[in-house]
């Protein structure tokens, strides 16, 4: 059986690629091991490695298992990283385009949410090093990769791999049990708990005051990771976790005009902003036994007066309070004295100032230098560092050096600030973050 592996390599890509190699330390230099650098011990020989920096760049397999290094004290120390590692040999495929991980975004919240895989509940890459690959998604990437490079067909291991997954089902076929099989332990386990839960919170909105982040708070994270309805997936935090942590923040930290939460006590306010049919807030003293299971029962302070907030959410009702969210933390994260400086300018100046001054660490400059960090922190379509300003990205990227701890970057420069693609809030958010 040949395995697949996803290596998120960043900016050491050009030197194992040139090398042939992986490498990974043993642990941190406080003893702290992570699963996403221990799994090279898990590689075997034959194996297939997908490489990901800034994009899907290369296809290997596995020549040699690994076998234990030193990592020179220079390399640990900057890394954080003890003296001990290993190191695998591996035969580099580069492919003639790179491909950007946002066109698989479906197949990756499919196929890909493992609860040590090397993507997250968005489908964007984790921080980390090497991952066991699911084998479709692994097909899916090859398959697209075999589109665009048909020459790669000639590599037997890719043979060898695409034949054994081809005969095989995918993951939602495997999972489907006859009526003579029994669920295995874990898996009936988890259905039996997720389906007490749904009744628990059932009996409590409908007899109690409620507050339904904290009906999961205990349980493991794999329990809590995803609900699918119709085949959609929702995210880890629900609706109703949403309005219980960042609205309320927003609400007691008093980012809300006195005159909007007067309005937030009437129906007709809610109703047009967020599409409940009861009033957000209520007071206190105004709470009535029939009105208890619509709200919270941990009050919310606004200005030394107390309101309990409305729990009757829905999934349909997402994005209007998303849409309220962003309004809300674009005035959170306002920067005044900024204000009368263009975006442009601001990325320029400030962000460029800030990064040179080194408040990004290393693990989040490498994050940088890919699309998906860069899309999801600032809002941008391109990533936001890159190594080599050419004839290719002369025009999104400023002509201005950024040195970050001896290394040469360029920066982004396509910034918009519109109504429907602006980029300001999360750019000042980060700066206002990472500048004290």
């Not at 760049?57 to 640990?76: F, L």
């Not at 999961?216 to 935090?237: G, H, S, Y």
Request: aromatic share 10%; glycine share 4%; with cysteine.
């Amino acid at each position: 059986m040949i395995k697949s592996w996803f290596v998120s390599q960043g900016k050491s890509y050009e030197a194992e690629c040139k090398g042939g190699f992986l490498v990974a330390p043993r642990c941190r230099q406080d003893g702290a091991e992570r699963s996403y650098w221990t799994n090279i011990t898990r590689v075997n020989k034959g194996d297939l490695i997908i490489h990901y920096a800034a994009g899907l760049r290369a296809v290997g397999q596995v020549s040699e298992k690994c076998h234990e290094i030193s990592i020179p004290e220079d390399t640990a120390q900057q890394n954080d990283w003890s003296n001990q590692g290993w190191q695998l040999k591996c035969d580099y495929t580069e492919l003639k385009r790179v491909l950007k991980l946002s066109q698989f975004k479906d197949d990756i919240l499919k196929y890909g949410r493992e609860e040590l895989s090397a993507f997250n509940i968005n489908g964007n890459v984790k921080q980390g090093y090497l991952f066991e690959l699911n084998p479709t998604l692994a097909n899916i990437f090859l398959q697209k990769m075999l589109s665009q490079s048909p020459e790669l067909a000639e590599l037997q291991y890719l043979k060898d791999f695409l034949a054994q997954d081809l005969n095989s089902a995918p993951p939602e076929v495997k999972t489907q049990k006859t009526k003579s099989e029994k669920p295995p332990i874990k898996e009936k386990m988890t259905n039996q708990m997720l389906s007490n839960l749904e009744r628990l919170m059932a009996l409590h909105e409908s007899t109690h005051l409620v507050k339904p982040a904290s009906l999961t708070a205990n349980l493991p994270a794999r329990f809590k990771k995803q609900i699918i309805v119709d085949d959609k997936v929702i995210p880890k935090e629900t609706v109703q976790e949403l309005v219980d942590t960042k609205m309320r923040k927003y609400l007691e930290e008093e980012f809300v005009s006195e005159d909007e939460v007067y309005d937030m006590r009437f129906i007709d306010y809610s109703e047009k902003t967020f599409g409940i049919e009861v009033p957000l807030l209520l007071r206190v003293k105004a709470l009535t036994y029939d009105d208890s299971p619509k709200y919270f029962s941990n009050p919310v302070t606004i200005r030394g007066s107390k309101f309990y907030l409305c729990s009757a959410w829905t999934e349909d009702q997402r994005d209007k309070l998303e849409v309220w969210l962003d309004k809300v933390e674009a005035v959170a994260n306002a920067l005044p004295e900024y204000k009368d400086i263009k975006i442009r300018d601001l990325a320029k100046n400030v962000l460029r100032d800030l990064l040179m001054a080194g408040k990004a660490d290393d693990a989040e400059v490498e994050k940088m230098l890919t699309l998906d960090y860069s899309s999801d922190t600032f809002g941008i379509n391109y990533p936001l560092l890159v190594t080599e300003r050419n004839q290719s990205n002369v025009a999104n990227y400023f002509k201005l050096k950024v040195p970050i701890r001896g290394v040469t970057y360029y920066l982004c420069s396509q910034w918009f600030e519109q109504p429907k693609n602006n980029d300001r809030p999360q750019l000042e958010k980060w700066i206002k973050e990472h500048r004290d």
